[in-house]
């Protein structure tokens, strides 16, 4: 029989105040669109993120934005880059690199662009491509030189060429790869370095025409750190002419792993290291890997990889051995909300964080804690204070914690999004079995079998107990009153397993009880 993983959660106290170690909100002097795009945690024990926010006079453009906190969550410093007409200013990704400083990646004044600081905040120097262009994936620091991509439009051109380039750490152009691919736009969308054997691979997507639309095939080129292309490769499924791009890639050193999308569908394909063809995964979803936080290599050699970019109400976390055999699928699923998988991270407890977008209104963000068998732990809410927020990405601190960050909408305006930071603390003050002792006379024990939720409650009193049942974004699905007399009562509660996981309160004489219920059959 296949394995159901049905969560129940008493959820007040466990999803909100209980975890929540501090939350900063970062509302841009242009009143718009304002979001920290990705979190990182540094050797000095402080928290950096960068994004863009709506700057004055500005208000409908954007900036390059880098901020610091300390672990308490208080602001250390800011840098915002405000240029003239900033409409295509934006900090994608940031790393810390070996020599201790930062480099973050992204657009300036519609130009590819990186920018080094220093961990005070101090700009070293900014480094722009003459071509516009966009670098809007990983920038990675090794050897002592800065490695990163996306995309150029080259004079004279209206379709966007592959651009992968190198940098001194003092910021010089050290080169740059151009795959050109005429008359359709391609784009890099992923970089990992292959620090065994000296090799930078990138993933992307290129474009070509097609039988009934126009193609898009998942594209992986290996350079040396010297910039010389060593191989390409190309994935093509001529009979599905629809999208099929390299989303996200990572490296063991022995094999290559390219996730991305095929047609609405999610994709993983593995290579060896010289470019040769070894298996691909393909997951029936209806959703796809989309971003380059999708995929991470767990400590334990496996994969582990979250798919939500697509049509249906939920995201999959899932997980691959190194030879492509599938170990177990996790659909977090919501009635309601449109889940898009964004981010994950592994935490120094050896669980698997994620956070994601929750696309729509009146939902908030969310952390879900999964084992790296499978098992759900628990999702954390983070509090809306307009709902659509969006959760965009996670880190793991080496203290413990998990920091994460995204949007807001602002109180005052659903459409006002404000930057949003915050971290919490992944234990939490509750028990995984299926016994909940409130005192030592009052003691619920429960079963699950199928839709029916069965509690066996020992209660000293007679009295009322208000049950209510939620689903992972905080939505009401039910509630039921019961009337307990003293002694020993039996109840049952109609749930729904395809809503799983699924979380519960339970109120009686004024207070509020809470506990984690795990049940797995």
């Known amino acids: 029989m296949k ?8 959820l007040v106290g466990i999803l909100y105040s209980q975890t929540l170690l501090w939350d900063y909100y970062y509302e841009g002097t242009g009143g718009w669109t304002d979001y920290a795009g990705k979190i990182i945690y540094g050797s000095d024990g402080n928290i950096y993120a960068c994004g863009t926010t709506c700057e004055a006079p500005y208000q409908y453009d954007f900036t390059f934005t880098v901020m610091s906190y300390d672990t308490m969550g208080n602001l250390r410093w ?17 790393t810390e690199g070996g020599d201790g400083n930062l480099y973050v990646c992204g657009s300036i004044a519609g130009k590819l662009a990186v920018v080094s600081l220093t961990k005070d905040g101090n700009e070293r120097w900014v480094y722009q491509t003459n071509e516009d262009g966009f670098a809007n994936a990983e920038i990675v620091w090794f050897d002592g030189n800065v ?36 008359d359709y736009s391609d784009q890099a969308h992923a970089l990992a370095v292959d620090s065994l054997n000296g090799n930078i691979y990138v993933a992307g997507e290129l474009l070509a025409p097609g039988v009934i639309q126009t193609q898009h095939f998942l594209f992986v080129v290996a350079l040396s750190t010297q910039g010389y292309e060593k191989w390409t490769y190309i994935y093509d499924d001529p009979s599905f002419d629809d999208l099929k791009s390299g989303e996200t890639i990572v490296t063991d050193g ?7 999308a095929y047609g609405q569908d999610a994709l993983v394909v593995a290579l060896d290291i010289a470019g040769n063809y070894l298996w691909e995964d393909y997951e029936d979803f209806d959703s796809h890997i989309s971003a380059q936080d999708n995929m991470i290599i767990g400590s334990d050699g496996n994969l582990y990889v979250a798919s939500g970019d697509g049509h249906l109400n939920s995201v999959y976390i899932y997980s691959l051995t190194p030879d492509g055999s599938l170990r177990w699928v996790n659909n977090i699923a919501s009635s309601m909300a449109s889940f898009k998988g964004v981010s994950l991270t592994e935490g120094v407890d050896g669980d698997i964080y994620a956070t994601c977008i929750v696309q729509a209104q009146g939902y908030q963000i969310p952390v879900i804690r999964i084992a790296k068998t499978g098992i759900l732990k628990y999702t954390y809410l983070y509090p809306a204070r307009n709902g659509g927020d969006w959760g965009m990405s996670i880190t793991a601190g080496d203290n413990g914690k998990i920091y994460a960050c995204g949007w807001s909408a602002n109180p005052q305006s659903y459409n006002n999004k404000d930057w949003v930071v915050f971290g919490i603390h992944p234990a939490l003050d509750v028990k995984e079995n299926n016994t909940i002792k409130f005192t030592d006379k009052f003691i619920i024990t429960y079963t699950v079998s199928h839709s029916k939720l069965s509690l066996n409650i020992d209660s000293p009193n007679s009295g009322r107990v208000d049950f209510r049942i939620y689903d992972p974004a905080g939505r009401i699905l039910s509630s039921e009153s019961k009337i307990l007399s003293a002694g020993k009562n039996k109840i049952f509660l109609k749930i729904d397993p395809q809503n799983a996981p699924l979380f519960i309160t339970a109120e009686y004489r004024g207070k509020t009880y809470k506990n984690k219920i795990i049940f797995l059959k």
Do not use: H
């Not at 240029?83 to 900090?91: L, P």
């Not at 592959?162 to 151009?178: K, M, P, Q």
């Not at 094999?255 to 991305?260: C, E, Q, R």
């Open 3 to 10: 394995k159901i993983l049905v969560m129940f959660s008493f």
């Open 78 to 94: 800011q840098y915002i880059k405000n240029t003239v007409n900033n409409s295509g200013d934006e900090a994608v990704y940031i």
């Open 147 to 182: 490695y990163t991509c996306g995309y150029i439009y080259p004079a004279g051109s209206s379709t966007a060429d592959i651009y992968v380039l190198s940098l001194t750490s003092d910021g010089n152009f050290r080169w740059d790869y151009i795959y050109t691919n005429p």
């Open 254 to 260: 022995n094999k290559v792993y390219v996730g991305g």
